[in-house]
C-alpha cells in the first residue's frame, strides 16, 4: 500500500496534483489507516496514470470523469469531440500566432495597405513622427467608421501629396508639434495654407457634401484627435473661422 507521496511518484504527477483530483472528486480520496495515514492501493494507482494520460492529451478535467466511466462507444465518440475541439483550437492560436507576427508591422496590423502606404508616404515627405501619431490615429477611425469608402478616397489622398503646399502644409504641422505658443509664423501659414484649399475646393464645386461627410459624431472625434494632441489646434479653427471658415477634418464655409 503507498503513501500520497509514493503514488504521485509512481504515477509520475505531484502531490499537489493528487490532492487536487481529491478535491474536485476525480480520484477518490482513501480513509486513513489505523497509523492516521491515507493508503493507495493498485486501483488508485491505474486511475491516477488514465487521469494523467487523458489530461497530458488535452482532455479537461471536468471530463475525464465521464470519460473513465464510460463504454468503449462513448469513450471513442467523447475523444472524437475533444480531437476535433482542440483542431479549432490549434486553428485559432495558429490564427493568433499570425496576429502577433504582424506586430512587427506596426500600422500593417490595423490599417489596409493603401493606408499604410499613404502613411509611408508621409514619412518619406518629412512628416514628424508625431505628427504622423495623429493622422495613424485618424485613419484607424476612418478605416473602422468607412472601411469600403477608405480605399475608394486613397488615390487621391495620394495624389494630393504631389502639391507641394501639402507638403508645406504637414512639414508645417510637424515643425509647429515641437514650438509652443499661438504666435509662431506657422500658425498663420499653416491657416493660409488650409483656407486657400478650402477656396479652391469651393470654387470647384468639390465642397458637396456625401453621406460620409454629415456623420458629424466622426468628424467630432477626428476634431478631438487634434485637439488633444496640440491645444492649438482649437485656436487654429478659431483663425480659420476669422477667415470665414469652419472645421479643420471637415471644412465648411461660415454663412456670413
Do not use: C, N
Not at 45 to 73: F, N, Y
Not at 126 to 150: F, Q, Y
Not at 214 to 239: H, K
Amino acid at each position: 500500500m503507498l503513501t500520497i507521496g509514493q503514488l504521485a511518484a509512481y504515477a509520475g504527477v505531484t502531490v499537489r496534483a493528487v490532492r487536487h483530483y481529491h478535491q474536485i472528486g476525480l480520484l477518490p480520496e482513501p480513509g486513513r489507516d489505523a497509523s492516521g495515514y491515507r493508503r493507495y492501493g493498485a486501483p488508485a494507482v491505474v486511475s491516477l496514470i488514465k487521469i494523467r494520460t487523458l489530461a497530458e492529451a488535452g482532455v479537461p478535467l471536468s471530463q475525464i470523469g465521464r470519460m473513465l466511466e464510460a463504454d468503449p462507444a462513448t469513450f471513442a465518440e467523447t475523444v472524437e469531440r475533444i480531437d476535433t475541439h482542440l483542431s479549432d483550437e490549434i486553428d485559432r492560436l495558429a490564427a493568433s500566432r499570425k496576429r502577433v507576427a504582424q506586430l512587427t508591422a506596426g500600422d500593417s496590423l490595423i490599417l489596409p495597405p493603401p493606408v499604410v502606404a499613404y502613411l509611408d508616404r508621409l514619412r518619406e515627405i518629412g512628416t514628424s513622427e508625431r505628427m504622423m501619431a495623429g493622422e495613424r490615429d485618424g485613419w484607424i477611425l476612418i478605416a473602422a467608421r468607412w472601411p469600403g469608402k477608405v480605399l475608394e478616397w486613397m488615390p487621391d489622398k495620394m495624389a494630393q501629396l504631389e502639391d507641394p503646399r501639402v507638403v508645406r502644409l504637414y512639414r508645417a504641422l510637424s515643425q509647429l508639434l515641437e514650438t509652443e505658443g499661438t504666435d509662431d509664423p506657422l500658425v498663420a501659414e499653416v491657416v493660409d495654407i488650409m483656407v486657400e484649399f478650402a477656396e479652391e475646393a469651393e470654387a470647384a464645386g468639390t465642397l458637396e457634401f456625401d453621406e460620409a461627410s454629415r456623420d458629424d459624431t466622426s468628424f467630432a472625434l477626428l476634431d478631438d484627435l487634434a485637439d488633444v494632441a496640440d491645444g492649438r489646434a482649437e485656436r487654429l479653427r478659431d483663425l480659420m473661422r476669422e477667415r470665414g471658415w469652419d472645421g479643420w477634418t471637415r471644412m465648411r464655409r461660415l454663412e456670413k
